[in-house]
T-cell receptor, first 116, second 109 residues
């Protein structure tokens, strides 16, 4: 398998502040990473596709200015929740694709964000 | 838009008995995944199914795929308590995944 590490695993922040979540592929290079959001007892919703060296592609309804994604290297993508509101509280999960011929996307352990 | 329907959403299993979770999807996809999620945790990959008729088994779990019917099943044999979790199927192209709503499984003695 492959390891995808997400940091932090839990974060509590005040309304109006920004929070950065990191997603790292530890033992492989990932040209593409994905960010998902999961509300309690619900499924995962794709937020955006993060491509190394280019702008992220956001799904319909996801505010790109609120959820800033940067994929500066082949092993790191970051999601910054700007001007956080309590409604942004959620479980955020990233996944990374190992290679063109690989059939799997590997998931990070998730970040529980609570905005107070 | 790719839609994925999973049922049942909740499944109370009795230890030792067999059960099936169903996953229907709306449009052609090149792969189907099954994942397990424990409370507060991320996703654990169970199976990747790539072709029509594909069947994979791991322990008490067996997954199959019928691309013509756009249906995948996750069969649980002789349920045990350890299998209590939420199970998701996901379908996608180019690794962009659309997830089913999830099936929360509780195994009771």
């Amino acid at each position: 398998g492959a390891v995808v590490s997400q940091h932090p695993s839990r974060v509590i922040c005040k309304s109006g502040t920004s929070v950065k979540i990191e997603c790292r592929s530890l033992d492989f290079q990932a040209t593409t990473m994905f960010w998902y959001r999961q509300f309690p007892k619900q499924s995962l919703m794709l937020m955006a596709t993060s491509n190394e060296g280019s702008k992220a592609t956001y799904e319909q309804g996801v505010e790109k200015d609120k959820f800033l994604i940067n994929h500066a290297s082949l092993t790191l993508s970051t999601l910054t929740v700007t001007s956080a509101h309590p409604e942004d509280s959620s479980f955020y999960i990233c996944s990374a694709v190992k290679g063109i011929s690989n059939t799997e996307a590997f998931f990070g352990q998730g970040t529980r964000l609570t905005v107070v | 838009e790719l839609k994925v329907e999973q049922n049942p959403l909740f499944l109370s299993m009795q230890e030792g008995k067999n059960y099936t979770i169903y996953c229907n999807y709306s449009t052609t996809s090149d792969r189907l995944y099954w994942y397990r999620q424990d409370p507060g945790k991320s996703l654990e990959s169970l199976f990747v199914l790539l072709s029509n008729g594909a069947v994979k088994q791991e322990g008490r779990l067996m997954a199959s795929l019928d691309t013509k019917a756009r249906l995948s099943t996750l069969h649980i044999t002789a349920a045990v308590h350890d299998l209590s979790a939420t199970y998701f199927c996901a379908v996608g192209n180019d690794y962009k995944l659309s997830f089913g709503a999830g099936t929360t499984v509780t195994v009771r003695a």
